[in-house]
């Protein structure tokens, strides 16, 4: 089993926490991990991207360079890379609250999500990544949802146990519009 993964939003929206759950995650499954990151030039609101790669043999290299299997664009800003990067067969995860004109994808599938839309509905945008993390977890198997819960919880418990809840719920969230599109 291997998974390489590029996830990209523009700052504040969490793509780096979304990836640091993967990493967690996945340490807990016993998995193999690795996370690199790049930042935009701004200092606040600029995009970013984290890499991940997550596997069940020794990571020979952390490099994810055009050859995601699994892609996640959270803002307009970073859709077109995330396209681009996405191999035959694999997955790209596409906020259609911020991405108004999705292209087609040939080869791969996307699958368009109004995460943002869906975070407002549970109290604050802030918590779209936790949305998407659950659809990603729904559509791909990368990692069991209880696993991520359990990780929600241990992450932000000790610094912000106000906020678990919201997240736990933004992960079901995530994972049952998965489940229900039947993806």
Same mark, same amino acid.
């Given at each position: ?19 640091? &759950? ?24 600029? =995009? ?5 790669? %997550?596997? @069940? +043999? ?6 994810? *360079?055009? @050859?995601? @299997? ?28 911020? %991405?108004?004109?999705?292209? =087609?994808?040939?080869?791969?599938? +996307? ?5 943002? @839309? &869906?975070? /407002?509905?549970?109290?604050? /945008? ?20 209880? %696993?991520? *819960?359990? /990780? ?9 146990? +106000?906020? /678990? *809840?919201?997240?736990?719920? !933004?992960?079901? !969230?995530?994972?049952? !519009?998965?489940?229900? *599109?039947?993806?």
């Amino acid at each position: 089993m291997l998974h390489k993964c590029t996830i990209s939003g523009s700052g504040g929206q969490g793509s780096a926490l979304m990836a640091k &759950m993967i990493c967690l995650g996945a340490i807990k499954e016993g998995l193999k991990v690795v996370m690199t990151q790049t930042y935009g030039i701004e200092q606040r609101g600029g =995009d970013s991207t984290a890499y991940v790669i %997550v596997s @069940d +043999q020794p990571i020979g290299s952390p490099i994810v *360079e055009n @050859d995601a @299997d699994i892609a996640v664009a959270l803002s307009s800003s970073t859709y077109a890379n995330c396209f681009e990067g996405v191999v035959p067969g694999g997955s790209l995860f596409t906020n259609s609250s911020m %991405v108004e004109a999705p292209r =087609d994808a040939r080869g791969f599938r +996307q699958v368009l999500l109004p995460v943002s @839309d &869906m975070a /407002v509905e549970l109290g604050t /945008v802030r918590c779209a990544n936790m949305v998407m993390l659950g659809a990603v977890l729904a559509g791909t198997g990368l990692l069991r949802l209880e %696993v991520a *819960e359990e /990780v929600v919880r241990e992450s932000l418990g000790a610094k912000k146990p +106000q906020l /678990v *809840e919201l997240n736990v719920n !933004a992960l079901r !969230a995530g994972f049952a !519009a998965m489940e229900k *599109e039947g993806n």
